[in-house]
């Protein structure tokens, strides 16, 4: 059963930053079945919305315009983690915060569309607030 793990959600002021992790050790899918891998994240009362997304190879992503300057995606050298670095957070940022991955037929360049990927973690709160 693949499985996704988020960690690194926390409390932190306007302006702070935040480091988040996806643990991928446990996703049973191959190397070549494998397309991309992304960020999401959803706040109460308000629909899924894509954060930004990277290809496996790790070269080619995707921010959405809201955190495009802010945020950094990437991926270790050992395939099995991915991290979303947060700066200069936002009251607007606070959500559920959930890595998700795309299987095959691989795309020309990663989406920030939920609506391509297949397997889903369970979330980690990010809440900005003074």
């Known amino acids: 059963q693949s499985r996704l793990v988020e960690s690194g959600g926390g409390l932190v002021q306007p302006g702070g930053s935040l480091r988040l992790s996806c643990d991928a050790s446990?996703?049973?899918?191959?190397?070549?079945?494998?397309?991309?891998i992304g960020w999401f994240r959803q706040a109460p009362g308000k629909e899924r919305e894509g954060v930004s997304c990277i290809k496996t190879d790790g070269f080619g992503t995707n921010y959405a315009d809201s955190v495009k300057g802010r945020f950094i995606i990437s991926r270790d050298g050992a395939k099995n983690m991915i991290y979303l670095q947060m700066n200069n957070l936002k009251p607007e940022d606070t959500a559920t915060y959930y890595c998700?991955?795309?299987?095959?037929?691989?795309?020309?360049?990663?989406?920030?569309?939920?609506?391509?990927?297949?397997?889903w973690g369970q979330g980690t709160q990010v809440t900005v607030s003074s």
């Open positions: 998700a991955v795309r299987g095959s037929p691989p795309l020309p360049v990663c989406t920030v569309d939920y609506r391509y990927y297949n397997y």
């Open positions: 446990d996703v049973t899918l191959g190397y070549s079945d494998l397309d991309a």
